[in-house]
């Protein structure tokens, strides 16, 4: 029998699902080999070598052997462990916004760095920040211009005209903004204030550094995130499932009752300032 065919990738994972007894399939996102499953045989024994390498959000160094249906991970080494996001709920809730919004944004097997090294900035960020919120919203338009569906913020896209400092509109469906006169004919359309617009903006340009020390008041944040979330809901054709799932933590959180959710000790959490509802 000829040897199996190896490669080498860095990976972060992004979802898996138990198979079998002790194996998993893991769902990766990789720089050069785009979005992929893979086999991790035996890999829920606790002797396992590959235990441990291939958590959600964890990014890994991969050795993988090309097999006849799905690639089999055959060596990991840990490069990134996002320990914050894999232990501490208010985080990890962030981090699977991030994840889940990369998996709809990308197919199988297509190849596109950019949106792989955004993913991976993305998941860091969220670690850093006490409130990731700017860090998921940043990753969302990044991603959207990274998977070919940058929305147009500038111009309206009925007239042409360039938007007024007013309230203007979103369109989904429209591909981005239109001004508050076509975004009146427009039913698939919501209001965008000027503030809204200067935020997607800034991120729309990549300047994280500005955006991250934003003070946003929790209406602004609602609109924000909703918008971003219909802008990537309308090109996955998909309601996206970790909102809900952050909504359910902040929730939690507010109330101060964390520790309702997370069933083991969280050292730490108990002296967190519970984020701000938005
Ligand atoms: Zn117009």
Not at 211 to 237: C, D, F, K, M, N
Request: glycine content about 6%; aromatic content about 6%.
């Amino acid at each position: 029998m000829a040897r199996p065919h190896v490669y080498r990738t860095e990976a972060i994972v992004l979802r898996r699902f138990d198979l079998g007894e002790a194996d998993r399939i893991l769902t990766l996102a990789t720089p050069r080999y785009g979005k992929l499953r893979a086999l991790a045989k035996g890999v829920r024994r606790p002797t396992s070598r590959l235990a441990g390498h291939l958590e959600p959000f964890v990014r890994s160094a991969l050795l993988l052997a090309i097999g006849r249906e799905l690639d089999l991970v055959t060596q990991a080494q840990t490069l990134d462990a996002h320990r914050r996001a894999r232990e501490d709920l208010w985080w990890t809730a962030h981090a699977y916004c991030v994840v889940e919004v990369f998996d709809q944004l990308t197919a199988e097997r297509q190849e596109n760095e950019p949106l792989y090294d955004l993913l991976a900035q993305a998941l860091q960020h969220v670690e850093q920040e006490a409130d990731p919120f700017v860090a998921v919203r940043a990753f969302e338009v990044g991603a959207l211009s990274a998977s070919g569906y940058q929305p147009e913020l500038h111009r309206c896209l009925g007239c042409q005209e360039t938007l007024q400092p007013v309230v203007n509109a979103l369109s989904p469906p429209a591909g981005g903004t239109l001004c508050s006169r076509c975004g009146a004919r427009d039913e698939a359309s919501r209001p965008l204030t000027v503030n809204a617009l200067k935020v997607l903006r800034l991120l729309q340009r990549g300047d994280y550094a500005t955006a991250r020390r934003l003070r946003l008041a929790p209406p602004l944040r609602r609109e924000i995130e909703s918008a971003t979330a219909a802008l990537i809901q309308h090109v996955a054709q998909r309601k996206l499932q970790a909102p809900g799932f952050l909504a359910h933590v902040r929730q939690t959180e507010a109330l101060g009752a964390s520790e309702a959710l997370l069933p083991t000790s969280q050292p730490g959490a108990a002296h967190r300032q519970p984020p701000t509802a938005g």
